[in-house]
Nanobody, 126 residues
Framework: QVRLVESGGGPVEAGGSRRLSCQAS????????MGWVRQAPGEERGGVAA???????TYRDSVKGRFTISQDNAKRSLYLQMDSLKPEDTATYYC????????????????????WGLGTMVTVSS
């Protein structure tokens, strides 16, 4: 079992930045894909970014060039640097993990996600 705990959410003005962190604990697995998923009010969850065990990254089109996903394997931590934030980025952001393929690291698919965090809310004001 893998436990994921997010932090770093909060309010931010449009154009600003925010850095989310996810701390993993519990079992360790080789080849695990880690990612960020968000859910805006009234909408379904959707993949934002993912990073494979070899460092390959995947982003949804709307965040390319603005968001950067990274990980520190020694600390078992996942990060999401969010720059040039827009009001439409307002959502609860979840840390997620799965064993590819397919899944987060293939095309940000959520169907195979094995582990979820509880989420951290980001509110972007205009």
């Amino acid at each position: 079992q893998v436990r994921l705990v997010e932090s770093g959410g909060g309010p931010v003005e449009a154009g600003g930045s925010r850095r989310l962190s996810c701390q993993a604990s519990g079992e360790t697995y080789d080849g695990l894909c880690m990612g960020w998923v968000r859910q805006a009010p009234g909408e379904e969850r959707g993949g934002v970014a993912a990073i494979a065990s070899d460092g390959t990254t995947t982003y949804r089109d709307s965040v390319k060039g603005r968001f950067t996903i990274s990980q520190d394997n020694a600390k078992r931590s996942l990060y999401l640097q969010m720059d040039s934030l827009k009001p439409e980025d307002t959502a609860t952001y979840y840390c997620a993990a799965d064993f590819p393929p397919p899944g987060l690291c293939t095309n940000l698919e959520l169907v195979g996600v094995d582990y979820w965090g509880l989420g951290t809310m980001v509110t972007v004001s205009s």
